[in-house]
């Protein structure tokens, strides 16, 4: 598909004509002419495919869809996952439910970041639908973590390709409480999902643009680094997503669903609606393990000191009894 501002494509939902409009520079476009309550035949679902690879994030607007049929539509793009942590409808546990409220306030989505990043294979892409939405705020924001990298000078884009990051659950562990059965729950699920590599740089599956793939909200170093350099580094890259160049901001409408590529893009959910209602309903589409870019020459860089490999004694240091 190219970056034209409208693009039309044929759909076997009662006839209609769906387009694809492009609303931000960067990142956003609009796909219109399809009811989602209807079946989309595949030549729909490959037009919206490429969409979404291309723009990062696509809006339907209007829709009004049940649970079910997000879900349906959803699954046309890949197997649904079930998060770990999130708050999913019991009787159907890919579907979250985000029901904020003066009594449930919403807790950890307002930080830039990708979705589950802690998996080794990370969410193909996220659908997040309106179902109630505050008089005032509640926008989500969204940043093109392409455009991110293409704004790096040479020499960083070169310092930071093959370099890997550890992403960890480390959002999650504040919900965990401090008696011996949470500890032990919390060392189960640290257990179920230790840290995890993924590439600094990662290459997009369909477009080939390369993206940056850190984010403050689940990676927490770059791997065989210095621990100051690792904090400086990550937070230069983190502040990548604060271009405004870079970003595109949703106001929601009633019945809007938004379906976004955590391949390329990351989000953050404004916190200014409280104590409002805010009714959201999520799906997650399965993933693959990302794909980096060649790493410079090891052999080339000079070190003050060498860093020893292998077994190493700790100086003597050991686990000690009580």
């Known amino acids: 598909m190219t970056r034209s501002a409208t693009t039309a494509h044929n ?150 390709s093959g370099l890997e990051a550890v992403h960890d659950i480390k959002p999650f562990k504040a919900i965990f409480g401090d008696t011996p059965e949470d500890r032990v729950l919390l060392q189960d699920y640290e257990f179920r999902y230790p840290p995890v590599t993924h590439p600094v740089v990662r290459v997009h599956p369909v477009t080939g643009r390369k993206v940056i793939f850190v984010n403050p909200q689940f990676t927490i170093a770059i791997k065989d680094m210095d621990e100051r350099e690792s904090t400086a580094l990550l937070q230069t890259l983190f502040h990548q997503a604060l271009i405004p160049e870079n970003q595109f901001r949703l106001n929601w409408g009633p019945g809007q669903l938004a379906f976004w590529d955590n391949r390329s893009v990351q989000h953050y959910a404004v916190h200014d609606y409280y104590p409002q209602r805010r009714v959201m309903e999520r799906v997650t589409i399965a993933g693959d393990e990302p794909v980096g870019v060649a790493a410079a020459d090891p052999a080339s860089v000079r070190r003050a000191k060498d860093k020893i490999v292998g077994k190493v004694g700790y100086g003597g240091h050991t686990p000690k009894g009580d």
């Open 11 to 160: 759909s076997t939902a009662g006839a209609d004509r769906l387009t694809v409009r492009q609303l931000g520079v960067n990142l956003g476009a609009l796909i219109e002419g399809i009811d989602l309550r209807q079946p989309l035949d595949e030549s729909a679902c490959d037009a919206i495919r490429a969409a979404h690879a291309e723009h990062g994030l696509i809006l339907f607007r209007e829709q009004d869809i049940t649970a079910d049929q997000l879900m349906a539509f959803g699954a046309r793009f890949g197997e649904l996952t079930v998060h770990p942590f999130a708050p999913a409808d019991e009787a159907r546990p890919a579907l979250i439910r985000f029901e904020n409220t003066a009594d449930n306030p919403p807790f950890g989505t307002d930080v830039w970041h990708s979705d589950e990043t802690f998996r080794t294979a990370p969410p193909m892409g996220t659908m997040l639908y309106a179902k109630e939405i505050p008089a005032l705020g509640g926008d989500t924001m969204f940043a093109s973590m392409a455009a991110a990298y293409d704004g790096l000078s040479d020499r960083m884009q070169a310092f930071i």
